[in-house]
């Protein structure tokens, strides 16, 4: 008997032995409506499943409950999977201490080999993938490239700061010396403040600046919204949060063709999956997809 009521119909047991957990599960996949995805695939990567099916669902699909609660009812199965393959396993058999997953907290494996992190990396890479190819195109068609011209126009921001120092100078101007392709995934969407946040930099050395930022010779301008006329917008939902690409417009005055960038750079984002777990990744993941699935239909 449990002292708390099940959180999803209320009767009196855990979560993990609701009887109606199979029929909500049931019903996310009846939603998904995917032919390739079944009950093992909410077992194995249940924020993923999750995920796809808030994306996906109306209100009245998502049965009133908040959609944290489809995120818990995925996880619960994959529990009630997990305690049932423990079982099974055990029976007739010495209690042993088994290998258990730092990545997705199943038994049998370790992260290194772990099938749900290698698909969950897949995805990211899919997305990231698409990230560049887009960012390279955008780049070609505004000229965009190593030598490029930027002049940099006060914003209607950069006015109201104007207003606190004093000292902004009205333009500047810089040459762009590094595209940063291989440093794109969907977390530079993320505000810099997120430990999930892996932003890109595109590389600006300063002409001959003045006032305020006279002994600035160097910027790295992080990519976002907003920049070079919303050139990067079919990938960046993020606008800039401070710095250069806030208080000024960036405006190619000065095409470059040259589009060559480093690739010896390691992918910083895939560190992330060494130090979180599925609980932690799961949600970018799902959105990564979704985004992936939002771009395959367009």
């Not at 979560?15 to 029929?23: A, I, M, T």
């Not at 000229?143 to 930027?150: A, D, K, Q, Y």
Request: charged share 20%; hydrophobic share 30%; glycine share 6%.
């Amino acid at each position: 008997m449990s002292t708390v009521p099940c959180s999803f119909c209320k009767g009196d047991h855990t979560e993990v032995k609701c009887p109606h957990l199979d029929g909500y599960v049931q019903h996310m996949l009846s939603v998904i409506n995917s032919s390739a995805y079944t009950f093992d695939d909410v077992h194995s990567d249940p924020y993923y499943i999750a995920n796809w099916f808030i994306q996906k669902a109306t209100p009245t699909e998502l049965l009133n409950f908040q959609r944290y609660t489809w995120y818990q009812i995925a996880r619960c199965y994959s529990k009630k999977m997990n305690y049932k393959l423990a079982g099974l396993k055990r029976r007739g058999k010495k209690r042993k201490r088994a290998v258990k997953c730092g990545y997705c907290s199943h038994q049998g494996h370790t992260r290194r080999t772990c099938p749900v992190m290698k698909k969950h990396i897949d995805v990211i890479e899919k997305a990231s993938q698409v990230y560049r190819d887009e960012f390279l195109s955008a780049c070609e068609l505004n000229g965009i490239g190593i030598g490029s011209i930027v002049k940099l126009t006060l914003s209607e921001r950069g006015r109201e700061y104007q207003g606190y120092w004093g000292d902004l100078p009205d333009t500047m101007m810089g040459m762009i010396t590094h595209l940063p392709v291989l440093e794109l995934s969907p977390f530079v969407n993320e505000p810099s403040y997120s430990s999930y946040s892996h932003q890109a930099f595109i590389k600006l050395k300063l002409i001959a600046p003045t006032k305020r930022y006279s002994s600035l010779a160097t910027y790295d301008a992080a990519i976002c919204r907003n920049m070079f006329n919303g050139a990067f917008s079919s990938f960046m939902t993020g606008g800039s949060s401070n710095g250069l690409t806030t208080q000024y417009d960036f405006t190619i005055i000065g095409k470059s063709s040259n589009l060559t960038y480093d690739e010896t750079i390691d992918k910083p984002y895939l560190e992330m999956f060494k130090k979180h777990d599925e609980y932690q990744m799961g949600r970018y993941v799902g959105q990564a997809a979704a985004w992936l699935n939002e771009k395959s239909l367009s």
